[in-house]
Nanobody, 127 residues
Framework: VQLQASGGGLVQAGGSLRLSCAGSGDTFSRYGMGWFRQAPGKEREFVSFVRLTGDRTYYADFAKGRFTISRDNAENMVHLQMNSLKPEDTAVYYC?????????????????????WGQGTQVTVSS
């Protein structure tokens, strides 16, 4: 599957952005979808994950209550609505897709479990 992320930009602290990730080339509903981010000089970190059908979602602690992940399998899209943005949310945001049977319950936290990545979209939050 090919992934194309979009929706990043420059926003003031307290503002909102909606990131989107478009999938193509395969049956989108076969893939669990995650969002990760990477700030300069830091490791890539988990942001959020949504299961195949969208019935369950997971968030990093910093994202809980501010970010909402959703997916539309009919449109081959996954979205990340980000509200109450903070300067520390500044990073490149990546969407990623994972398929196949996983052997541990928290696999979605591990970027190595994802086989497909979008190109990233820059989010900059000014103070």
């Amino acid at each position: 599957v090919q992934l194309q992320a979009s929706g990043g930009g420059l926003v003031q602290a307290g503002g909102s952005l909606r990131l989107s990730c478009a999938g193509s080339g395969d049956t989108f509903s076969r893939y669990g979808m995650g969002w990760f981010r990477q700030a300069p000089g830091k490791e890539r970190e988990f942001v959020s994950f949504v299961r195949l059908t969208g019935d369950r979602t997971y968030y990093a602690d910093f994202a809980k209550g501010r970010f909402t992940i959703s997916r539309d399998n009919a449109e081959n899209m996954v979205h990340l609505q980000m509200n109450s943005l903070k300067p520390e949310d500044t990073a490149v945001y990546y969407c990623a897709a994972a398929s196949g049977f996983k052997t541990y319950s928290t696999w979605y936290l591990n970027p190595l479990e994802y086989g497909y990545w979008g190109q990233g979209t820059q989010v900059t939050v000014s103070s």
